[in-house]
């Protein structure tokens, strides 16, 4: 290879397409499971932390303050996990992925179980803690993605990951909507009064319960995929290589990995982690505003759903953006380029937060309410479809940013880490701001939409700084 190529310099050219290289599908298949039972876990408590902040009497009967204390719930996992989701995914370029993905899977179990037997305000802030601090797994599974795939099955590789989250946010809050207060829903079969005492501890044994299948799949059937903690299998070829070789392209590998941050910080890199930052702000804000929204009262300016309407909602949302990537995700790729489609999908956020004035509007003419909600509804579905195809794309520039395959471990690292910044602002951000546009009637407590508008116009700029193709990383 020629010395003078840079990180930013094509490897192959846009006009030469090569054939599609097939999925490992087992491995990718595991990583997929996995991938599922998280978001599981993690979605599962928003339908109900809105009701449980009332319940803990810590906002003095204020409904409007809810939103102040279920986005500092919701924030603080991201806070633990900025701190050390990088130092995992580091230590992931050297001890290899299995092992920190076992010790993800079972922080999250535990934090899970702790989160549902807790009854005071700081007991829920300890376990959603715990889970940050021992999770690093979002990271290294992008990179396990990213050592599968190459540019010609990258699209369908990177598809999955927002499909299984999708899936996830369905079933995780139809678990937490349905089965939070199972002494109210089903009183004899639950009428021990541990479920009175913990109300909200089933929906976090059944997520838990999910956690441990995966780490049990993890542990027997997922291969190790950093290259220096592989086995290799042993054929004439492996075995006719000299040791003195071997050895020398293993340590050349471990000193690529322990490269210092600074180096890798290329403006490629850069400009695809600053997009996944604003990204990550947007919708986890989004992600938050969405139920408290939906819970909020309607003399407030929401629409007042139980908890188990708010699940159907957001599963019905995550199921049908799920099924749409996975049927036309890298199809639509294929045909209109990562960066056109990442542009366009950008540009849905704006009538995203315009449906939500709207929604309130219609409820305060009380003319055919159903109907023009359902229809908003679907038309907000719509959207959230093209909006969520947003994370396919960016995945594969971060991906492709890496300047070699030994180092996508620490740039999604770097990427996770930015992310997680801007998630744990996100939650605290909008739903603050929810409670005080609502609380001092701004802009008729329409506040919280515009800011989020003018952050999407931010992002819709960055996304036009992304490279036009995606290229291969060096091997």
Not at 405 to 431: D, I, Y
């Amino acid at each position: 290879m020629d010395t003078s190529t840079s990180e930013t310099t094509p490897l192959v050219s846009a006009k030469t397409k090569k054939p599609k290289t097939p999925l490992p599908k087992l491995q990718i298949g595991i990583l997929m499971t996995l991938q599922l039972v998280e978001p599981i876990a993690s979605m599962s408590i928003f339908p109900y932390i809105n009701q449980l902040i009332r319940e803990l009497g810590i906002t003095g009967g204020n409904d409007a303050a809810v939103g102040y204390y279920a986005g500092l719930i919701e924030s603080l996992f991201f806070v633990a996990q900025t701190l050390t989701v990088l130092r995992w995914s580091r230590l992931s370029d050297r001890i290899g992925r299995k092992p920190v993905l076992l010790v993800g899977l079972s922080g999250t179990c535990i934090s899970m179980l702790c989160f549902g037997l807790s009854t005071t305000f700081w007991g829920l802030v300890i376990s959603r803690c715990m889970c940050g601090v021992l999770n690093g797994n979002v990271s290294v599974m992008k990179t396990m993605v990213g050592e599968l795939t190459d540019s010609t099955n990258m699209a369908q590789g990177f598809a999955l990951i927002p499909i299984m989250w999708c899936i996830g946010g369905f079933v995780g809050p139809l678990i937490g909507g349905t089965l939070a207060r199972p002494q109210d829903n089903w009183p004899r079969l639950f009428a021990h009064p541990f479920w009175s005492k913990y109300p909200y501890f089933l929906p976090c044994a059944v997520s838990a319960s999910g956690i441990v299948i995966g780490f049990l799949v993890l542990l027997f059937f997922l291969e190790e995929t950093l290259s220096t903690k592989r086995r290799p299998k042993l054929t004439a070829t492996t075995l006719g290589i000299s040791n003195g070789a071997n050895s020398d392209n293993r340590e050349g590998i471990l000193q690529t990995s322990n490269l210092p941050m600074r180096s890798l910080l290329t403006p490629t890199v850069v400009i695809a982690i600053a997009n996944y930052a604003m990204l990550a702000l947007l919708d986890i804000s989004l992600m938050a505003l969405l139920p408290l929204f939906l819970s909020t009262p309607i003399y407030l300016g929401g629409l007042g759903f139980t908890p188990s309407r708010i699940g159907l909602c957001m599963g019905v949302f995550a199921i049908a953006s799920g099924i749409f990537q996975a049927l036309f995700f890298a199809k639509i790729v294929d045909w209109v380029g990562p960066k056109r489609l990442f542009c366009v999908s950008v540009s849905c956020f704006t009538p995203i937060m315009l449906m939500f004035p709207i929604m309130t509007w219609l409820v305060n003419t009380r003319e055919m309410v159903d109907r023009a909600i359902t229809f908003t509804l679907i038309s907000l579905l719509v959207l959230m479809i093209i909006w969520d195809m947003v994370y396919g794309t960016v995945f594969m520039f971060i991906t492709a940013s890496a300047p070699a395959k030994n180092t996508l471990g620490a740039v999604n690292g770097l990427g996770q880490t930015s992310a997680s910044m801007a998630r744990v602002v996100g939650p605290a951000f909008a739903t603050s701001l929810f409670a005080f546009s609502k609380e001092h009637n701004i802009l008729n407590g329409n506040a919280v939409y515009v800011v989020l508008i003018v952050l999407a116009g931010v992002l819709r700029w960055l996304g036009s700084q992304l490279p036009d193709e995606i290229h291969d990383r060096d091997e």
